[in-house]
């Protein structure tokens, strides 16, 4: 069955550095990944996504890296800021009517 | 453009009792899911309507059930609730169409059940 897991549960960065989130998808027949930012008390909020044709997509301060030859997906965010601080999802889909399947989430915390 | 829009935010239940929560997605969308988030289990899929048909379900028992209205807005419903039931209930919508496809959900705050 489909499955989204995360490799690191928290990750805490300084501010200013890089942060890298991962996550590996099980189903190689997945063809759209989203990522989601999910601040305290509020809804999942879209970042970024990237289909299977793309190895990379970049938006402001995010780069989403899909590699599907060891079915690893990572968010990539440039010079965090303690904004930042949240719990991030990955996600995966099937083509079709299908649902998004959530992984169990990071939680970045940035240190001022 | 208003958001999706999810009542009550907070309640609180008792066990045996039952519960209707209610989302009202952004206009024009036609897609309405249901995620169950826990901190043990994350974002669960609950089920999915289009056009007031449910076309996806997830592995949840038979006590979670949802229904849409001609005018997209959805409401779901636990019966005979369990301590297990607490979460937060959140609702999104999109663009899908009938054929499903790709995008994004935009999702609501969320509805943040406790049953004692």
């Known amino acids: 069955g489909e499955s989204v897991g995360l490799h690191l549960p928290t990750l805490s960065v300084q501010e200013g550095d890089n942060s890298i989130i991962n996550c590996a998808y099980s189903n190689s027949a997945s063809d759209y990944f989203i990522w989601y930012k999910q601040e305290s008390g509020k809804g999942p909020q879209f970042i970024i996504d990237i289909r299977s044709n793309m190895d990379k997509r970049q938006g402001q301060r995010v780069t989403v890296l899909l590699n599907k030859t060891v079915k690893h997906l990572s968010l990539q965010i440039a010079a965090t800021q303690p904004g930042d601080s949240a719990v991030y999802f990955c996600?995966?889909?099937?083509?079709?009517?299908?649902?998004?399947?959530f992984g169990k989430g990071t939680r970045l915390s940035v240190i001022a | 453009k208003a958001g999706v829009t999810q009542t009550p935010r907070y309640l609180i239940k008792t066990r045996g009792q039952q519960v209707t929560l209610s989302c009202s997605p952004i206009?024009?969308?036609?897609?309405v899911s249901w995620y169950q988030q826990t901190p043990g289990q994350g974002l669960q899929f609950l089920f999915e309507y289009f056009s007031e048909t449910q076309r996806n379900k997830g592995n949840f028992p038979g006590r979670f059930s949802g229904r849409q209205f001609s005018n997209s807005r959805s409401e779901m419903n636990v019966s005979t609730l369990e301590l297990g039931d607490s979460a937060l209930y959140l609702c999104a919508s999109s663009t899908r169409t009938s054929g499903g496809g790709s995008g994004e959900l935009f999702f609501g705050e969320g509805s943040r059940l406790t049953v004692l």
């Open positions: 996600a995966e889909k099937l083509s079709g009517n299908t649902p998004l399947v």
């Open positions: 206009s024009g969308h036609r897609s």
